[in-house]
């Protein structure tokens, strides 16, 4: 089995894709500033090590649809750290 990166690198060649992500969605719930649960989901995009300046982007949407944007970032702490968490608070 190819690993998360290879796999990209092959979907990519084969496909002749010009820009592709490996997905990964996390759904989990988040308090939000006025104190209510909201079911939240978190994806991440990964670029793969070809790309390490832009490798991974995060957005997050909760159940309410409002969404939260991260910009590109080479590591996915540093992507995480970007997202305007406080989006999803309004």
């Known amino acids: 089995m190819e690993s998360p990166a290879e796999a990209l690198e092959t979907v990519k060649l084969l496909s002749r894709a010009s820009e592709l992500y490996h997905v990964t969605t996390f759904v ?43 910009k590109p970032h080479d590591r996915l702490d540093g ?3 970007v997202v305007q968490w406080s989006d999803l608070d309004k």
Not at 37 to 44: E, M, S
């Open 79 to 81: 992507a995480l750290a």
């Open 28 to 70: 989990g719930y988040r308090e939000n500033l006025r104190g209510q649960n909201k079911r939240v989901t978190i994806v991440v995009w990964d670029a793969g090590p070809l790309k390490p300046d832009i490798r991974y982007r995060v957005l997050a949407r909760d159940e309410d649809g409002h969404e939260a944007l991260g």
